[in-house]
């Protein structure tokens, strides 16, 4: 899922105080809480309150949709909500703001979220991780499912590197090393021997950036 | 507003003097809070483990124990006065747990005038103060509704009440008052879901304290015989898809409208869990303080607290139960860690002050009410908000 950290209130009053009448679009999709309904009434009610100590009255209308990235979706949902609309606030990831202004080429969008990164949800430890980097060339079946790229502060493809102490990387004591996983679960799967194979160079431009697929 | 000096520190309190040592207060106790000692048979309450569910109290036949809400003198001073107020010979008894409000207990049971009295598990009225309502206080019917036994939030408060009445109802029928005079019915509320509006998010499955729901044919579905209402998966669901019975979103949103309207300063709301407090009944607050009872402090939504800021409420206190006393497991842990992430939120307009978690238990009678000086003290201090209408 996309993971996304919701702007600072002040931020997102600067860009909205031009505009009265704005429609808050929510997305159903990938983020993790889903930034739906509900969090486009929460948003409401939060710049609502942050407007009236502004002394600016805002009026808001939301609504969701169950892919924001999706240009036919979008615009198909849009349609019976734009009216006398004067900007629109996403919710979504950076794609849902951006479908947002291609198919309403006339209506101001504005991103209420930052979008951080791909992530896996841990949910016993409420936690999202960033596990891939969508590099475009997948080592998964060499490195027993742990992705070094994503996972490794360096992205080494030989790890560990001398920073990797007690399991853990030196530059962040929270984050597990990816090495030090790849390597205990290689041993634990009798697969240790993987990592004997000499690999040619990885293709870093197996994706040309930026990417686009067609079909 | 503060805080009465003459309430005991306990809700709950064993008289050695006039105990007969029968242990049937041992035995009834849900929560295994009564110790009994071997040699002497002594009985003691070990007030950490009590839920002042007062199970006891309605149980002993020596009168030995004391407790400060809903006991008989306090249910008889509230009858007599209901009697004049209601003008109805017919009395409801009802647990919070099964009747939030009383708006449809009537049809429920075919009446349309009646006293209602609303307690915190209906297990904690003794069967004299049945039998004296119907033979010295002028009421003809009593009408009681309690949760479902399985549901029980006090274990057997429901099934004692359920045999209780049957051994009541024999002996009015044996003193010539009839039968059944007292009818006794059981009901649980549960969740409510909207396939429609589910996004197959998954987060009630996760959240559900007791495996109630499950994602089926790409929508969240529930087992009703594992809910038990708590409601956090409500509060919990980004697609607003869920709601629970006769604590509906818009009830809530409506009670918070009204009360909003109210133009005391400072105008204070409390949502709190209705096992976290026990009011008295005659609990009477100034008129500043709004309260609203919630099945669980997992219900207490982000959304009304907002809503109550936005209609111009000047603080908010969440009253819930301690972690480890909470009824449904993780009720209480989630309201704070909700409140937690609303207050940081709020920070950035300058309003966490004007919300504020805390954690009280019914065995500390005077826990709640020192918790809400506090809080509107400090409200108090807070100059008048720009966000007030």
Known sequence: MIVTAQKPLDEILDFLSPYSSILITGCDGCTQPPRGLREARTLAQLLELGGKLRRKDFNFKVMTMPKQCDSYLTAAALQPQIEDMEAILSLACGLGAQTIAQVLPHVPVFPAQDTLFMGAEIREDSTLEERCAACGDCLLAMTGGICPIARCAKSLLNGPCGGSQHGKCEIDPEKDCAWDLIIKRLEKLGRLAALDEIHPPRNFGEVMRPGRVKG | ?389
Request: glycine content about 6%; some cysteine.
């Open chain 2, 1 to 389: 507003m503060k805080a009465s000096d003459n309430q005991p520190e306990f809700a709950v309190k064993l008289n050695d003097e006039s105990c007969s040592k029968c242990a049937l207060c041992y035995s009834a106790c849900p929560f295994e809070a009564i110790r009994k000692e071997a040699e002497t048979g002594k009985l003691f309450l070990e007030i950490e483990k009590c839920q002042a569910c007062a199970i006891c109290y309605s149980s002993c036949p020596a009168k030995a124990i004391d407790i400060v809400y809903y006991d008989m003198s306090s249910l008889a001073r509230y009858l007599e006065n209901a009697r004049d107020e209601y003008r109805s010979g017919s009395l409801v008894i009802a647990c919070k747990g099964s009747t939030p409000s009383f708006e449809d207990v009537g049809k429920l049971f075919g009446i349309s005038e009646f006293i209602p009295l609303s307690v915190p598990c209906v297990g904690r009225i003794p069967a004299e103060v049945l039998l004296e309502a119907i033979s010295t206080m002028g009421i003809k019917a009593i009408y009681i509704l309690a949760c479902d036994e399985d549901y029980c939030r006090f274990e057997r408060g429901s099934l004692i009440t359920r045999l209780r009445v049957v051994a009541v109802n024999a002996l009015l029928e044996q003193l010539g008052y009839g039968k059944e005079v007292i009818r006794f019915k059981q009901r649980s509320l549960k969740v409510k879901a909207d396939r429609n509006k589910c996004i197959s998010c998954g987060n009630c499955v996760f959240y559900c304290p007791y495996s109630a729901a499950k994602l089926e044919e790409g929508a969240a579905t529930f087992d009703l015989e594992l809910c038990r209402g708590c409601g956090l998966c409500v509060t919990l669901c980004p697609a607003l898809a869920l709601d629970l019975e006769d604590w509906e979103e818009e009830r809530i949103s409506t009670l918070i409208s009204k009360l909003s309207r109210e133009k005391t300063r400072p105008n204070i709301l409390v949502m709190r869990c209705q096992w976290a407090v026990f009011p008295e009944l005659d609990e009477e607050f100034d008129s500043s303080v709004h309260i609203i009872d919630m099945p669980c402090a997992g219900r207490v939504d982000p959304l009304h607290i907002l809503e109550a800021f936005r209609q111009g409420i000047d603080g908010v206190l969440i009253a819930a139960c301690h972690e480890e006393d909470c009824g449904s497991k993780r009720g209480s842990k989630e309201a704070q860690r909700l409140t937690t992430a609303l207050k940081k939120t709020l920070s950035q307009i300058g309003l966490e002050e004007r919300l504020h978690f805390c954690s009280v238990a019914p065995r500390y009678p005077e826990s709640f009410r020192e918790e809400l000086c506090r809080f509107k003290e400090r409200i108090e201090s807070i100059p008048s908000q720009e966000v007030r209408r």
